[in-house]
């Protein structure tokens, strides 16, 4: 039985998109396992606009049913102010009847994030979307020391899950500069570790 390992973020400029794909190639590398990309709306600052049910570009809108049938879950978010970004924690804002129904209990979990700069918010970012992960009895891991390309990193990348530190000033639009090869592995070493904790987890 292939399981399927929820890679739900929300992307303003697309870092956290990009950090999303990387992840999901480390989930497909494993054997049974199988990646489903999905998003959450921006949050609506009047009443007059909703944003389309199906969105333009990119992943598809996350749904109750993606939680319910997940064998496993790695959040995404961009760093605002050291904590994860208003939709995301919108979205989990909404999961009330999924923690009632005990939907994510034993399924495990990682989070990932991108900021700017080195010093700009990322591990309480990590930390804080740990919270409603840990609230629905979902099992936290991060990336283990064994990833050599922790040792190392000069960019993103730690113990507590992947990351991404993209240049404000580089010439790519919307700060889709490629990410380093640590960062990568970092993706790649989170993707696997889900996938295969999903397959040792549920039988």
């Known amino acids: ?20 794909k990387s992840i999901a190639r480390g989930v497909n590398s494993v054997d049974g396992a199988n990646a489903v990309l999905r998003t959450v709306p921006r949050v609506q600052t009047t009443t007059e606009q909703t944003e389309p049910h199906i969105p333009t570009q990119g992943a598809p ?13 790695i959040l995404g978010s961009p760093t605002r102010f050291g904590n994860m970004a208003a939709p ?8 009330a009847t999924q923690w009632l129904n005990g939907s994510l209990i034993n399924k495990p979990a990682g989070v990932f994030t991108s900021s700017s700069s080195m010093h700009g918010g990322q591990e309480s970012t990590l930390l804080s979307m740990m919270l409603p992960l840990l609230h629905h009895g979902m099992i936290i891991t991060g990336i283990p020391y064994s990833e050599e390309s922790i040792h190392h990193t000069t960019s993103g990348g ?3 899950g992947a990351s991404h530190v ?10 889709q500069d490629q990410l380093t090869s640590d960062e ?7 993707g696997k570790r889900i996938a295969n904790l999903s397959l040792q987890l549920q039988h």
């Open 166 to 175: 993209y240049n404000t000033h580089s010439a790519t639009a919307n700060h």
């Open 61 to 73: 809108y996350c749904t109750p049913e993606d939680l319910t049938d997940c064998s496993g879950l």
């Open 88 to 95: 995301l924690k919108y979205f989990w804002d909404t999961t």
């Open 184 to 190: 990568m592995s970092s993706c790649h070493a989170l």
């Open 1 to 20: 039985m292939t399981r399927n390992i929820l890679i739900l973020y929300y992307s303003a400029n697309g870092a956290t998109a990009m950090l999303a």
């Open 158 to 160: 730690g113990p507590y």
